[in-house]
């Protein structure tokens, strides 16, 4: 497959203000994982899209310094949208329209431009992954799966939770657990990172639709078949982001979702916390969460796996080489089991097999956070921002039919209880 990523910050390149990321992730994931796959012969043109054509030179000394200096055998060489002298908003649409037919388009950008690339990318006849969240309001997810239907092809979400193995034995361990009660969930990120985001933090989106998303989702997916929300509502935390950094957005937000299981109508809550303005730790992101279900629970910390590390440079550090494995083995890359990897070989092995006519988009629902199976997740997420701009008062989900060209709305529930 041709494979076009329109977006060059630091989850595809590793790339920001001018240096690596000091993050967890300045060797880049999405870049790195498709000159690895180019290796193994399943990605031919890697093409890269930005706004500003000013930065390719520098991103392009930053993937042979930083890549292909350390892992043998990966060609670094990527087509690049716009020129390198020139700045284009809608750059991407001439990389599509560069690309073979079925090729597939990878959109990491910020929040509130994800529906017009995908769009774009789908009637095109495009396959479409979409970091999360796939888009922030229902009407635009409904719009992309109307037209991932019409056009028939392959639209997900770049959901790695759903690959994690802890993550997915927990959902499968869950669903015998009886019907839903209570789960609580904790991610958080160091204010620090702020800084990278500072070009979109509190103006396209909310922590709570960067990290929320993650748990959200989780949850979505183990209750799929078996339940459904019913309202949001949203509290937050203010103070850090504008004070210290200049940035007049939540520092933490809070989402409490009612649910009713399915079919026995039992009642069940979830709180989510999502915070960017964590102190520096053992980890750069916290994960974690309990689920208590009516007939057993289970906890996982994603941050704490029972390995550590302590070095002079870097001093003390909890591990997580099930996400990326970045330390090359005789000198090669040697990652292709992680899950932050796998999230993305199967989407392209889908859309291999589309493309071969071993299969249809409709295929992958099953086992893939497609734009039909994630729907959910994005109601919740748009409730709980619907609920925080409205006086903390919940949001209520009213539900159609799957088939119907709206499954899901959103109202203001005035004197819920």
Partial sequence: MDVLVVGTGEYVTG???????????????????????????????????????????????????????????????????????????????????SLGQNSVVIVVTPDDTHYDIATAAIKAGMHVLVAKPLVKTLEEHQSLLQAARQYRVLVSVEMHKRFDPMYADACARARSYGDFSFMSSYMSQPKNQLKTFKTWAGRSSDVSYYLNAHHVDWLVWMMQGRGRPVWVSGVSATGVSEAELGIKTEDTITLTVKWENLPSGHLGTSIHTASWIASTSDAHSQQRFFLMNQRGELQVDQAHRGYSTATQDTGYASLNPLFMR????????????CYGYRSIEMFIDAALS????????????????????????????????????????????????????????????????
């Fill in 15 to 97: 790339y920001v203000h001018g240096a690596a990321s000091g993050s967890d992730k300045g060797l880049g994931v999405i870049a790195l994982i498709l000159f690895d796959l180019r290796r193994r012969g399943k990605v031919n043109r890697i093409l890269l899209c930005g706004q500003h054509g000013d930065r390719f030179p520098e991103i392009r000394t930053h993937f042979k310094t930083q890549i292909a200096s350390r892992y043998s055998g990966l060609d670094v060489t990527i087509e690049t949208f716009p020129p390198d002298d020139a700045y284009l908003s809608t750059a991407y649409l001439t990389a599509i329209q």
């Fill in 326 to 337: 970045y330390i090359p083995l005789d000198g090669k890359f040697v990652g292709q089991d």
């Fill in 354 to 417: 589309i493309d071969q006519g071993y299969a249809t988009f409709e295929s992958f629902d099953s086992t893939l956070p497609t734009v039909n199976q994630t729907l959910q997740t994005t109601a919740i997420l748009q409730a709980g921002r619907l609920s925080l701009d409205n006086g903390n008062q919940p949001a209520k989900l009213h539900y159609g039919t799957i088939e119907s060209l709206v499954p899901i709305r959103l109202s203001l529930a005035e004197g819920i209880t």
